[in-house]
């Protein structure tokens, strides 16, 4: 099989069953090989594809599969263990308020256990 890149139109937030998820993502996904999810540009979309919220996101990544909680609890959402907060920001007191370090070096994403 070929790779190809195909490009799929999608409200990550109106995903809401496995069924859905399966037909309108994981099989032009299989067939392809690469998928590329292009977000309708809309204020919302800026947050992630219509995912307006942090549970939003967490339903949707699930259908890609389990999800692992970082090691770096410190900096993981309070209400969404399962997002790590990636930023550059400092809290008032001067704490970081999230993980500076991503990206700077190479790094697995956990993803090689």
């Known amino acids: 099989m070929a790779t190809e890149l195909r490009i799929v139109e999608v409200d990550?937030?109106?995903?809401?069953?496995?069924?859905i998820f399966d037909e309108c993502i994981?099989?032009?996904?299989?067939?392809?090989?690469?998928?590329?999810l292009r977000c309708e540009r809309t204020a919302?979309?800026?947050?992630g594809c219509g995912l307006t919220t942090p549970?939003?996101?967490?339903?949707?990544?699930?259908?890609?599969?389990?999800?692992d909680i970082h090691v770096a609890e410190?900096?993981?959402l309070p209400t969404q263990r399962e997002i790590l907060q990636i930023t550059?920001?400092?809290n008032v007191d001067g704490s970081a308020m999230g993980f500076e370090?991503?990206?700077?070096?190479?790094h697995s994403d956990m993803s090689c256990e």
Do not use: I, M
């Open 55 to 67: 549970a939003q996101l967490v339903q949707f990544s699930r259908f890609l599969g389990e999800l």
């Open 88 to 90: 550059n920001r400092r």
């Open 101 to 106: 370090e991503a990206g700077r070096y190479w």
């Open 44 to 47: 919302a979309a800026v947050t």
């Open 74 to 76: 410190q900096f993981l």
């Open 12 to 19: 990550a937030a109106a995903v809401s069953t496995v069924g």
């Open 26 to 36: 994981r099989a032009p996904w299989l067939e392809a090989g690469v998928l590329l």
